[in-house]
C-alpha cells in the first residue's frame, strides 16, 4: 500500500477526470482519492465517482493504491492529479 497526499493545481474538467479514471483503469492495483479530511473516499477507477465529487483548483487530496503496481500507479495518480 502506497499514500500521497498531493495539491490539485486546476480545476478538474469532465475530460480531465476521464482521462485520470481511463488511465488508472489500467492499473492492478486499487486506486483511491480521499477528499475533505479523507471522509470521503473516491474509486479512481470509477468516473462516475469521480464526477459526482467538486474537485476545484487548491484541494487537497489523498491519494492511496494497493495492489502489485501499486508504485507505479501512485506516481501516474500523483502526476495526474496535480496537473490535469
Known sequence: MRVHEIQV?????PD???AISKTASRFQSDIYAY?????VQI???SLMGLMVQNIPKGTRLTVK???????EALE???RLF???
Open 76 to 78: 501516474e495518480m500523483c
Open 16 to 18: 480531465a477526470l476521464k
Open 82 to 84: 496535480e496537473n490535469a
Open 35 to 39: 477528499l475533505h479530511d479523507n471522509t
Open 65 to 71: 493504491t494497493i495492489g502489485d503496481d501499486d508504485l
Open 43 to 45: 474509486d479512481v477507477k
Open 9 to 13: 493545481r486546476n480545476h478538474l474538467s
